[in-house]
C-alpha cells in the first residue's frame, strides 16, 4: 500500500475539520449515523486488511477525527471493501446517506496508467441483526457508483486547492430494524472524510390550532397523511390534517380547530377572556367588550350578563346590548263617529333601546257610570287588528250604541314578557253616541217587494239615507246586492217568483252610520206567473225576447258610439237609488263615489299603506330586465307569498339618487292601482316601502302592450276575438267611470295582453304629467313586454 499521497489528504482535513465539527443540521433531519461525531473507534470492518485503512487526526479543538482512506493505484484488479456498523433504522422506511470524501486524478500520479481508478461503489444490507460478522458480498445491493466533482492534482498548503467533494444517496422501502452499509474501492485513491446516514421528517407544527406531531416520511416520495389534534381550550370545527412531503416539508393544511367559548387565539394556543370581555361564538377568533348594560366579572366567559332592569331574550344574539320595556304611548287622539272610534297615539319616549315596538288594544265596556267594568267580549272589530300592531292607529267598530269604553294602549317589545314589572299603557275612555236604527214595512209581489223605513221618534240627526242588502236565502257568499236610497221607501225588483230573500237595512246620518239591522226573510209571491200552452203566447213571446235583443244591441252600440251612458230609465227605481252587486265577494259601485286621490292625504305615505301590500322583498325573485320607465327599470320575476302559489309578476323599481318628490310620484300610482279590483284592471300585487331600491308589483302580462302585440300579429285575429278584446276594455273603463276616476289617457299603449288575450287597463300615473303640461306628449313608463 502506498502513502505517499497521505500528507495531501491530512493537510485538506486540517482546513475543514473545525467548520465541521461545528455544522448543524436542517431541523427536519434525524442523524443516524454521523462519522465524525465519533469519540471512539468506528469498528468499521475492511477486508482485506491491506485495503481501506481507518485513520485519526486531530482537529483545532484536539477532538480525534476518524477518516477511511485508500490508495492501491499501483496493482491492477482491487477489490477493497469497507463495512459499517449495524445501523438501526427506526421508523424510517427512506434514509439517505451523505458522504464527504477527496479523489486524486489519476493523471497526476505517474506510472499507473491502466490500474487507477476515479470512482468507488456503495452498497447496502439490509438486517433485523446487529452483529453479524461474515456478510457476503453476494448479499450487498448496489447503491450507486460514486464518482467525484472535483478531484485534486496537486497539494499547497497555502493555497488549499484541495477538493471536498459531498454526494448523497437515498434508499427507499425499508422493512427490517435496520442496515449495513459497504464501500467497494476498484483501484482509487480516495479518502472517506464523513459519511453521515439520516431520515427525513416533518417536524412538529400548530397549524390553525392542531398540533401535528413529529412525522417521519413516506418512501418513493409518498405523501403522508397526519390527523392534527385541538390544542388545549380548543374544540375540533373541521377535522384538521396535513400532508407531510418526501423532503419533509408540511402541505398546506386542510380543516382547523376554534378556541371554546370564552376563550380566544392567541400564540397558536386558546387564551381565557379576561373579566369586562367575552367570546360567545366558535367561529370568533377574539373576545370583545360586553355589549351595552351588561357585564362579566369572571375570566373565559361566553356572555356577558344584563344589568338589573335590562333583558336580553333567547332570539338575540349574545353580542346585542341588553334593553328594558318601552314607557307608556302618549299624546292620544280621538275621533268618534257614532259607533266606531279611530285612536292614535305618539310612540314611547324611551323604546327600552329596541326597535320592534308593538302595542297591544285592551278594552273595558262600562254600561251605567259608576257601574263595574267588565271585558268588551268578541263583538268588538279591530282595524287592522288589536293586538301586535306595529303602527300606533286603529280602527274599533260595532261599538254599542250610549255605552262608555276604556281602551288600554300598551306598549310592548322584545323584552316586555322578560320583565316582572308593570304594564306600560296609557288608558282613553271613549262614550259612544245612538245610532239611527230602521222600522220596516214590507210589500211584495211575484218579482218584486217594497220595503217601507221609518226612523226612531228621537234622534238627533237627520237620515241621510237608507242602506239595504239583500240576497237569496243561503247564497249570502256567492250573490249579494246593495241597494241605497234617501227616499223612505225602496221597490227592489226583478226578483225571481217564489224565492225566499233576507234583507238587512241601516241609516246613514249625518253623524255617521248605524249598524246593520237583523236579518228579515221575505219571500216573493207565485200568484202572477203565467203558463205560455197557446202557440199564439209562445209566437208573442218570442217576438219579445227578439225585441229586447234589439234593443239590447242599441244600448251597448249607443255605449260604444258615445261613450256615455243612453239615458234609459230603470223601471220601479226609485231616482236617488244606487244599486252595488257584490259577486263572489268582490264589490262593484256603479254611481257611487269611492276612489280617494291619494294626494288628499297629508301624509302620502299613509295612502300607500291604506291601498297596498307590503311585501317582503325576500320573497321575491328578479329574473331579468324587460324594459326602462321614468323612474327606473322595468323587470320580470317571481313572486312567492306565504301559503300561496308562486305567481310570475312585473316588478317596477326607483332608480338610485331619487328625491322624496320622485319617490311620492312613483308611489302615488301604487296607491291609485291598489283601489281597483277588477279582471280588466291591471292588478297590484303589492309594494316594497321598508329597503331600496322602492318597487311596484303587478301581475305579469306575458303579451305587452296592445298596440304593439296587433301590430305583431296584423290579421291573425278573428272578428270574435277582437270584440272580445273592446269588450275587456270597455268593461275595465266603465269600472273606472263607476268608481269616479278618470284615466285621461285611454290609449292601445296603455293595454296591456295576457297570455289568454284578456286585455286590461293600466298606466294610472299620466295625472301628475298632464297637470305639470297639458300639451305633453305621454310615453308609457309601464312597458311589460317580453
Not at 266606531?340 to 297591544?360: C, F, L, Q
Not at 220596516?440 to 209581489?445: D, G, I, M, V
Request: net charge neutral; glycine share 6%; aromatic share 10%.
Amino acid at each position: 500500500m502506498s502513502f505517499w499521497w497521505i500528507y495531501p489528504v491530512l493537510v485538506t482535513l486540517c482546513t475543514l475539520f473545525y467548520s465541521q465539527a461545528l455544522r448543524t443540521y436542517p431541523s427536519n433531519e434525524v442523524t443516524l449515523l454521523d462519522s465524525m461525531s465519533a469519540l471512539g473507534d468506528l469498528g468499521w470492518v475492511a477486508y482485506p486488511a491491506e485495503g481501506w485503512e481507518e485513520i485519526s487526526v486531530m482537529d483545532e479543538r484536539n477532538t480525534p477525527m476518524r477518516t477511511y482512506q485508500v490508495c492501491n493505484v499501483l496493482e491492477i484488479n482491487q477489490n477493497n471493501w469497507l463495512r459499517t456498523s449495524w445501523i438501526p433504522r427506526g421508523n424510517a422506511q427512506r434514509v439517505y446517506i451523505e458522504i464527504k470524501f477527496t479523489l486524486r486524478d489519476c493523471n497526476s500520479l505517474p506510472g499507473v496508467s491502466g490500474t487507477c481508478k476515479e470512482t468507488f461503489n456503495m452498497y447496502y444490507y439490509e438486517s433485523n441483526y446487529s452483529n453479524l460478522r461474515h456478510i457476503q458480498e453476494n448479499q450487498f445491493i448496489k447503491i450507486d457508483t460514486i464518482a467525484a466533482d472535483e478531484s485534486f492534482t496537486q497539494v499547497d498548503v497555502g493555497d488549499r486547492v484541495m477538493k471536498l467533494n459531498t454526494e448523497v444517496r437515498d434508499i427507499s422501502n425499508l422493512y427490517k430494524k435496520g442496515f449495513y452499509l459497504a464501500f467497494q474501492d476498484v483501484g482509487a485513491c480516495i479518502a472517506l472524510v464523513s459519511v453521515r446516514v439520516f431520515y427525513k421528517k416533518c417536524p412538529s407544527t400548530i397549524r390553525n390550532l392542531a398540533l401535528f406531531p413529529d412525522t417521519v416520511t413516506g418512501g418513493d416520495s409518498a405523501l403522508v397523511e397526519v390527523k392534527g389534534s385541538c390544542v388545549n381550550n380548543s374544540v375540533e370545527f373541521d377535522a384538521p390534517k396535513m400532508y407531510c412531503s418526501a423532503d419533509g416539508g408540511w402541505l398546506v393544511p386542510i380543516g382547523r380547530c376554534f378556541c371554546k367559548l370564552g376563550y380566544e387565539e392567541k400564540k397558536n394556543g386558546c387564551q381565557p377572556c379576561l373579566p369586562g370581555y367575552y367570546k360567545a361564538l366558535l367561529t370568533d377568533a377574539h373576545c370583545t367588550p360586553c355589549p351595552a348594560h351588561s357585564f362579566s366579572l369572571q375570566d373565559s366567559s361566553a356572555e356577558c350578563t344584563c344589568e338589573k332592569g335590562f333583558y336580553r331574550p333567547e332570539t338575540d344574539p349574545k353580542s346585542a346590548a341588553c334593553s328594558r320595556p318601552p314607557s307608556a304611548p302618549h299624546n292620544p287622539m280621538l275621533t268618534v263617529n257614532e259607533t266606531a272610534v279611530i285612536m292614535e297615539w305618539s310612540p314611547p319616549e324611551d323604546s327600552g333601546g329596541r326597535k320592534d315596538v308593538t302595542y297591544n288594544i285592551h278594552c273595558r265596556r262600562c254600561q251605567l257610570e259608576g257601574q263595574k267594568c267588565n271585558p268588551c267580549g268578541s263583538g268588538i272589530h279591530y282595524i287592522p287588528r288589536q293586538f301586535g300592531l306595529s303602527h300606533p292607529r286603529v280602527l274599533i267598530t260595532d261599538l254599542l250604541p250610549y255605552t262608555n269604553y276604556t281602551f288600554d294602549i300598551e306598549a310592548l317589545n322584545g323584552v316586555s314578557e322578560l320583565s316582572s314589572g308593570p304594564k306600560q299603557f296609557i288608558s282613553v275612555n271613549v262614550t259612544t253616541s245612538q245610532v239611527v236604527n230602521v222600522i220596516l214595512k214590507e210589500r211584495k209581489s211575484k218579482d218584486s217587494i217594497t220595503l217601507a223605513f221609518q226612523g226612531p221618534e228621537k234622534t238627533k240627526d237627520a237620515v241621510v239615507e237608507y242602506e239595504v242588502i239583500y240576497y237569496e236565502k243561503n247564497q249570502k257568499e256567492q250573490n249579494y246586492t246593495i241597494l241605497k236610497t234617501k227616499s223612505s221607501f225602496m221597490t227592489v225588483d226583478g226578483l225571481k217568483p217564489g224565492t225566499t230573500y233576507v234583507f238587512r237595512v241601516r241609516a246613514h246620518t249625518v253623524g255617521g252610520q248605524g249598524i246593520y239591522g237583523g236579518e228579515i226573510e221575505l219571500e216573493t209571491s207565485t200568484e202572477d206567473m203565467i203558463a205560455i200552452t197557446d202557440p199564439n203566447q209562445i209566437t208573442i213571446l218570442a217576438i219579445s225576447v227578439a225585441g229586447g235583443i234589439i234593443l239590447l244591441i242599441f244600448l251597448v252600440t249607443c255605449f260604444f258610439v258615445s261613450g256615455r251612458h243612453c239615458g234609459y230609465i230603470k223601471a220601479k227605481q226609485d231616482p236617488d237609488e244606487d244599486k252595488m252587486h257584490f259577486q263572489h265577494g268582490r264589490v262593484k259601485l256603479p254611481g257611487s263615489r269611492t276612489y280617494i286621490h291619494p294626494h288628499t292625504y297629508e301624509d302620502p305615505n299613509q295612502a300607500v299603506r291604506d291601498f297596498a301590500k307590503e311585501i317582503d322583498v325576500s320573497n321575491i325573485r328578479i329574473e331579468r330586465v324587460i324594459g326602462a320607465g321614468e323612474f327606473g327599470e322595468v323587470c320580470s320575476g317571481r313572486l312567492k307569498l306565504p301559503s300561496k302559489r308562486e305567481i310570475c309578476v312585473a316588478i317596477k323599481s326607483l332608480k338610485v339618487g331619487y328625491a322624496e318628490k320622485q319617490r311620492r310620484d312613483f308611489l302615488g300610482e301604487a296607491s291609485i292601482m291598489g283601489q281597483f279590483d277588477h279582471p280588466n284592471i291591471i292588478r297590484l300585487e303589492g309594494v316594497v316601502t321598508k329597503c331600496k331600491p322602492v318597487m311596484i308589483i303587478t301581475e305579469y302580462m306575458e303579451n305587452g302592450s296592445l298596440d304593439s302585440f296587433l301590430k305583431k300579429h296584423d290579421g291573425q285575429f278573428t272578428v270574435i276575438q277582437l270584440v272580445g278584446m273592446l269588450r275587456g276594455i270597455a268593461s275595465g273603463m266603465k269600472y273606472l267611470s263607476d268608481m269616479n276616476y278618470v284615466h285621461r289617457d285611454l290609449a292601445a299603449r296603455n293595454i296591456l295582453v295576457n297570455s289568454n288575450l284578456v286585455c286590461k287597463v293600466s298606466d294610472f300615473g299620466l295625472s301628475r304629467v298632464l297637470e305639470d303640461d297639458p300639451e305633453a306628449a305621454y310615453t308609457t313608463r309601464f312597458h311589460l313586454s317580453c
